[in-house]
């Protein structure tokens, strides 16, 4: 074989490398975010327990595989107990900070530090991991865990899932009407305060699901939670409120931006790209790129064409000019 060929193949396994590493970062934004964004975007409240929240699922479904449950049973147990959690902890104590995130802040820090030292308690330093499920991915020199390229099919499927819980139910319809304007719908007789309940349930269902998903790929520690928050937050400032659009648009940008630095550098230098995105999207998109697609959205409304919308001058769209104003 000429040896000149060698590159061409050695770029085409680069390539599909770099794919599976997309895949794998894409999916990892986006279930770490769902439920983060559930609770902020709907419901005011700045969870920083929300990596506690992926813990609670992480070792619930950790602890009943390791103890005989299938698979996809545990992920189930993990699931259903995280959300029960939540609601447990919803009612005891942060129904009291709708609206007021600062006070949520503190409070859920409180709760994220409490629940990793009586994790650590309890449980000790670590528990037993389960196993990995469907093993590797071969091509060329490289290998990849197929079952973190299955979790970006699992990634999407939750975000179809999302998107017709809160457009085809009429859980959907009563929760975003009162998000809207609870005082509206419970004239209405719309329950809020169930509403309230479930939604925050939902979203800590969304968080335990997070965890017992990725429970047999990480190493159970008290603060496995803690992957996965700077991912979750970095994922809410650039996607913006909306749980499916945003976040899966932001799942795309900032997937490819950490895949591409993590294969060419380091994953440390992928977490500072990711950090850096943020950083931008802060300063040039305060709403997220849900803001800049309703501003678009908004012009053309207004009778513009989509070319027109495009002609505004950036910084001004990229400000969140128009109806989040």
Request: hydrophobic letters at 55%; a neutral charge.
């Given at each position: 074989m000429d040896m000149t060929e060698v590159p061409a193949f050695v770029d085409i396994f680069s390539l599909v490398n770099l794919l599976l590493q997309f895949l794998d970062s894409f999916a990892f934004l986006v279930l770490a975010a769902v439920g983060l964004?559930?609770?902020?975007?709907?419901?005011?409240?700045?969870?920083?327990a929300h990596g506690e929240f992926i813990l609670v699922g992480a070792y619930s479904t950790t602890l009943a595989a390791v103890a005989g449950a299938p698979f996809v049973v545990a992920v189930v147990i993990g699931t259903l107990t995280t959300a029960v959690f939540g609601i447990l902890l919803e009612r005891s104590i942060l129904k009291r900070f709708y609206d007021r995130p600062l006070d949520s802040m503190v409070a859920t820090w409180a709760i994220s530090l409490m629940m990793i030292q009586g994790t650590r308690i309890y449980?000790?330093?670590s528990i037993t991991q389960a196993s990995t499920p469907f093993g590797s991915i071969n091509y060329g020199p490289y290998s990849y865990s197929a079952y973190r390229v299955a979790l970006?099919?699992?990634?999407?499927?939750?975000?179809?899932?999302?998107?017709?819980v809160f457009t085809?139910?009429?859980?959907?319809?009563?929760?975003?009407?009162?998000?809207?304007?609870?005082?509206?719908?419970?004239?209405?007789?719309?329950?809020?305060?169930?509403?309230?309940?479930?939604?925050?349930?939902?979203g800590s269902a969304l968080a335990g699901l997070t965890g017992a998903l990725y429970a047999p790929t990480l190493s159970m520690s008290p603060e496995v939670g803690q992957?996965?928050?700077?991912?979750?937050?970095?994922?809410?400032?650039?996607?913006?409120?909306?749980?499916?659009?945003?976040?899966?648009?932001?799942?795309?940008l900032l997937g490819a931006i950490n895949a591409f630095?993590?294969?060419?550098?380091?994953?440390?230098?992928?977490?500072?790209?990711?950090?850096?995105?943020?950083?931008?999207?802060?300063r040039l998109m305060p709403y997220g790129i849900t803001g800049v697609i309703e501003n678009i959205r908004d012009r053309r409304r207004a009778g513009m064409s989509l070319r027109e919308s495009?002609?505004?001058?950036?910084?001004?769209?990229?400000?969140?000019?128009?109806?989040?104003?």
């Amino acid at each position: 074989m000429d040896m000149t060929e060698v590159p061409a193949f050695v770029d085409i396994f680069s390539l599909v490398n770099l794919l599976l590493q997309f895949l794998d970062s894409f999916a990892f934004l986006v279930l770490a975010a769902v439920g983060l964004v559930v609770i902020f975007g709907m419901m005011g409240i700045i969870n920083l327990a929300h990596g506690e929240f992926i813990l609670v699922g992480a070792y619930s479904t950790t602890l009943a595989a390791v103890a005989g449950a299938p698979f996809v049973v545990a992920v189930v147990i993990g699931t259903l107990t995280t959300a029960v959690f939540g609601i447990l902890l919803e009612r005891s104590i942060l129904k009291r900070f709708y609206d007021r995130p600062l006070d949520s802040m503190v409070a859920t820090w409180a709760i994220s530090l409490m629940m990793i030292q009586g994790t650590r308690i309890y449980f000790g330093n670590s528990i037993t991991q389960a196993s990995t499920p469907f093993g590797s991915i071969n091509y060329g020199p490289y290998s990849y865990s197929a079952y973190r390229v299955a979790l970006a099919g699992v990634s999407v499927a939750v975000l179809i899932g999302i998107y017709l819980v809160f457009t085809r139910t009429e859980f959907g319809l009563k929760a975003r009407a009162t998000i809207q304007d609870a005082d509206t719908a419970r004239a209405m007789g719309v329950n809020t305060e169930r509403i309230y309940i479930l939604t925050f349930g939902f979203g800590s269902a969304l968080a335990g699901l997070t965890g017992a998903l990725y429970a047999p790929t990480l190493s159970m520690s008290p603060e496995v939670g803690q992957n996965f928050l700077v991912e979750a937050f970095v994922a809410v400032v650039v996607g913006g409120s909306s749980v499916v659009m945003g976040t899966s648009l932001a799942g795309i940008l900032l997937g490819a931006i950490n895949a591409f630095f993590s294969n060419v550098y380091s994953t440390f230098w992928g977490r500072i790209a990711l950090l850096a995105a943020a950083i931008l999207a802060i300063r040039l998109m305060p709403y997220g790129i849900t803001g800049v697609i309703e501003n678009i959205r908004d012009r053309r409304r207004a009778g513009m064409s989509l070319r027109e919308s495009l002609k505004i001058p950036a910084v001004t769209v990229l400000l969140g000019g128009g109806s989040n104003d």
